[in-house]
Structure formats: C-alpha cells, structure tokens
C-alpha cells in the first residue's frame, strides 16, 4: 500500500471511532469516568465537595477499616509490594496459601484458589471446566464477566429466561449432552433479586449437571457472611464450583474459586487468566485475609447492613418508586426512559448524593442503582429518602 493510500486507510478507521462516539452521545450512552479524592465510603469526594455515596460495592465497610489498613502495613514492611511474577513462578507468598486455606474453611470446601479479579476468574475458569460435548445453561441476566466466559468456551450455550425454573428443566432435560453445566449469579448485580438455588440444586442434583456460581454479591453478605449456600443451606457439594469477589464486601481486591481439591488444581493448570497473570501483591492478600477475619468474629456489620436495607427499601416503597424484585443491598429505581434516569441522577447529585444513571447496555431498561452499606447512618438514610420525595414532588 502505498503511503498515501495507508494514511487515508487510518483516517478513515479514526473517523469510524468518532462517527460511533456520536452516535453514543446523541443517545445519551456516553460514559465518562469521575474519580474520587477521598477514601471509598459512604461519604465521598469531586472536586472538592461532599457526596453521600450509593453507589459502593463496600457493603460492610471494610475497605478503610482500621485494623485491616493496620495489617496492610505490616505487610509491606515484611513483603515490599509489587508481587514482579505470576504464582506458578514466584509472585505468591505464604500469605497466597494462607488466605486461599482461610477462604476454603469459610466456603466449606476443599480448596480455594485466588484471580485477580471476578471477571478474570470466570473468563479463566468457564473455558476450562467445558468443553465441546458440554451444554452450558446461563440465566439470561447474569454478569457481563459469565456471558463473556461463556463465550470463550467450546461448549453450547443455552440462555434461560431469568429465574425461569420451568424453562430451565425443560431445556436441560431436552438437551443431549455429555456434560450440562448450570451458571448463575446469586445476587443479581444490577436486579439485586437472589436466584432461587434451593430449586436450581434440586435441578442440577436429577439431571447430573454441574453448578457454577458466581457468590460475587453474595459473599459477605448472604448466609451470615458464608454466601448463597449457607444461605439456603445447600452444603458445598464436589459438583458445585463457588466463584466470589474479595473487592465487595471484603473491601479489597482480587477474586477466589472454592470447590474440590480436582476441581481446584484442574484450574490452576488450566486456567489462562490465572497461569498467565502477575500474582496480586502480598499487601493485597493480607487485606482480603483480615476482612474474612472480621466478618467471621463479628456478625454486627452484617446484621447492620441488613438493618440499613429494610430502612432504605421502605423509604422508598413508600414514596412509591418501584425497586424492581431487589431482596439484597442492591436497591435498583425504575425510571422508565434514559432521559429520566439522566434527569434524576442528577438531581441527586446536585443535591450532594452520588447515584450514577445505569444505562444500556450494561442493562436493557435503565435505572438509578442504589447500594446501601453497613457504613450509612440512619440521618444518610433518611436525606436520601427525603431528596427522592422532593423530586418526586417537584415533577
């Protein structure tokens, strides 16, 4: 090609990338990153005012607590920081093996292994746990991390109905398969509606199909902390794989998987996020292992956050929004159109609260996604409550 031919080749493709953005903030779909100047918490910092937060993942508030920072420090001073090799060179330290045997003691199985992230583990573990004789049954709303394993792997996949048990069973029953393997979130990250796993293990346990969980939400927050299983009470099973998130509830980063010790080392052998990655630094690890420590010694935060929910979602069922099935801390707002969702989000934020819009694609119909932690006092509470009623009021 010759260089004027290559150079309006590549402004060519430049203008593709403006065109689309265009088009993004002609429907209101453009995204923008906003950066906090203060810790995570339920207060938070913008260019140098006060915002009361809902948005946070931090369900207990643990990503500043004191005891856990303190630990944090401790373990620079004993492992420096950056980990400079993946785990199956020398980017692990002891504190690795420790926090994965902790996490296998508090799931209940034998074993845990620890990713970076959720989305690296589900990526990294569903190409690897199917193959090209496995049907793979996935509820249509689960995480963008599952839909994109599921992608990745070999397998066929199936999409069912949310939470549709019925059309479940009938599609693993019809189908023929070597391997079924069920997928799902426990807590739904942007309904907050919990899967109904009394029903899907039942399911799972007649058809001989394999369940996988995303506990992302769930853990630390469900089951007194333990997640979805205890929660139901379903015991771990060697056919149940539990993945789960360190960067929620335990306030710090990174992900974990739980299952049968074959299970485990077919995924540390296999999976290529894992394999693949430099380890998460020892700091890190250390945080994660002095969260699961609070949260098994103290039951108080949990039943806070719990507290905090029942306030809010009266608050806001009287004013009569529609929270669409929410059962958890994450409290989604009907609100109809983009537009609105824009309008209303901003409201909140002029009036010092922080709800950002969600929007297509992340959902098909758009709201304002509320959290509520077991850091908000009953006076952030009650201001929420009460900047809602005003807007609703004013319209």
């Known amino acids: 090609m010759a260089g004027g031919d290559e150079c309006s080749f590549l402004w060519y ?8 953005l265009k088009i993004l903030k002609e429907n209101r779909l453009f995204r923008e990153i906003k950066d906090r100047e203060s810790p995570q918490g339920p207060r938070i910092k913008f260019a140098g005012k006060e915002y009361l937060n809902f948005s946070s993942n931090d369900y207990l508030g643990l990503a500043t607590h004191p005891s ?10 004993d492992y420096g920081y950056g980990s400079a090799a993946s785990r199956l060179l020398s980017g692990g330290s002891i504190l690795h093996k420790e926090l994965e045997d902790k996490i296998a003691k508090f799931k209940d199985t034998d074993a845990a292994l620890i990713f970076n992230s959720g989305y690296a583990a589900n990526t990294g573990i569903i190409p690897i746990i199917t193959d090209e004789q496995t049907a793979l049954f996935s509820d249509e709303l689960n995480h963008a991390s599952i839909i994109d394993g599921c992608r990745m792997s070999k397998a ?8 549709d048990l019925s059309y479940l069973e009938e599609l693993i029953r019809k189908k023929i398969a070597k391997r079924k393997v069920v997928i799902t979130d426990t807590i739904f990250s942007m309904n907050g509606d919990i899967s109904p796993l009394n029903d899907i293990y039942g399911i799972c346990k ?25 929660h139901f009470n379903i015991h771990p099973e060697p056919w149940i794989i539990q993945m789960g998130t360190l960067s929620k509830a335990i306030g710090s980063v990174g992900a974990f998987v739980a299952g049968s010790s074959d299970v485990i080392e077919w995924i540390l052998n296999n999976a290529r996020s894992f394999v693949f990655s430099t380890a998460l630094p020892s700091c890190v690890i250390a945080a994660s292992t002095a969260a699961l420590e609070i949260i098994e010694k103290d039951s108080d935060l949990i039943k806070k956050l719990w507290e905090n929910r029942k306030k809010i979602v009266q608050g806001i069922k009287d004013i009569g929004y529609d929270i669409m099935g929410s059962e958890s801390p994450i409290i989604p707002i009907r609100t109809g159109t983009v537009e609105n969702t824009l309008r209303i989000s901003q409201y909140l934020y002029d009036k010092r609260i922080y709800a950002p819009a969600i929007r297509p694609p992340t959902v098909k119909e758009p709201r304002i996604r509320i959290t509520v932690t077991a850091s908000h006092t009953n006076e952030d509470i009650e201001r929420l409550i009460n900047v809602l009623k005003d807007m609703r009021a004013s319209k």
């Open 68 to 77: 856990i920072i303190d630990k944090v420090k401790r373990s620079l001073d």
């Open 156 to 163: 066929e996949v199936l999409i069912y109905r949310h939470k």
């Open 206 to 230: 007649k058809n001989n199909a394999l369940l996988y969980l995303d506990d992302a939400h769930g853990t630390g927050v469900l089951g007194n902390g333990k997640g979805a299983l205890s």
């Open 13 to 20: 493709n430049t203008l593709v990338f403006s065109e689309k």
